[in-house]
């Protein structure tokens, strides 16, 4: 992706995402996402989601390119960076 053809147009979050790109979750029944965020009250159906979605409050990026040193908070978005 971005170091080996550059940056895709459209490859940057936009509305509708959430900060690690990824689309939101429509939204549905508390029951079928029980896991919620203390920070902004966003419910998600896993404890990873969650996790992963609480590195954007704390801004935690352990992901970080071995290349240019840019640092992501899941790995999707350092697989797709790459």
Do not use: M
């Amino acid at each position: 992706a971005q170091h080996r053809l550059g940056k895709a147009p459209g490859s940057e979050p936009g509305p509708g995402t959430d900060a690690g790109g990824v689309p939101a979750a429509p939204p549905g029944p508390a029951e079928e996402r029980p896991h919620g965020c203390a920070e902004c009250g966003k419910s998600f159906s896993g404890k990873k989601s969650l996790r992963i979605h609480q590195r954007s409050h704390a801004a935690e990026r352990p992901y970080p390119c071995a290349e240019c040193g840019k640092s992501f908070n899941c790995h999707s978005g350092l697989v797709r960076h790459q």
